[in-house]
């Protein structure tokens, strides 16, 4: 890789992808508290999904033979006033990394790193699913605000693990 804007910026992404993990360890754990198991297991799975991002990113670097910095994350945030607003944060913090990882293909394409950009092309195809995903859900609590257990069904209904894509990145450390 000829210039290191690129890594820099990707090594700082790692961080974020921690960050979101840790964010939805946090709302899963208050959904948990509030007896709601759906939602709890909709907010472990992506706190897992979003730890493996870091880590495809970690591989990515380490394959690249460059430096990678396992970096300190904010504590997340713990108390919300009802059950929307875990969702509502989780929608701005995909869509916020939806442009972290636009930026981050941008940057490798301005620098001529094709490898770089190819690789944050998957990360740009996930990105509008957990946009879309999110906003989904966001709708769904929103109308049960008064009734959580709707959406505790929605999520019965609709919700659940996707199959692996097998298209995604190799993460660091394999499928731990």
């Known amino acids: 890789m000829a210039d290191n804007s690129f890594v820099q910026k990707l090594n700082e992404q790692i961080a974020y992808e921690f960050g979101a993990s840790q964010q939805y360890a946090a709302i899963a754990v208050h959904y948990d508290a509030e007896t709601l198991p759906r939602l709890a297991a909709h907010f472990y799975r992506q706190s897992l999904e979003e ?11 380490l394959d690249a033979g460059e430096d990678v ?40 394409r301005e620098h001529g790193d094709y490898a770089g950009e190819q690789f944050m092309h998957w990360f740009i195809k996930e990105q509008v699913e957990e946009v879309s995903s999110m906003s989904d859900l966001l709708t ?22 996707e199959a692996a894509d097998p298209t995604a990145p190799h993460a660091a450390g394999g499928a731990l």
Do not use: C, K
């Open 140 to 161: 769904v609590v929103e109308r049960a605000r008064q009734n959580p257990l709707l959406a505790e069904e929605y999520l019965a209904r609709e919700g659940g693990g």
């Open 51 to 61: 730890r493996n991002h870091a880590m495809m990113m970690v591989q990515y670097l």
């Open 69 to 108: 910095l396992i970096p300190g994350v904010e504590a997340p945030r713990t108390s919300f006033g009802d059950t929307v607003e875990p969702v509502a944060l989780a929608l701005d913090q995909e869509r916020r990394v939806t442009g972290q990882i636009n930026d981050l293909a941008a940057l490798a």
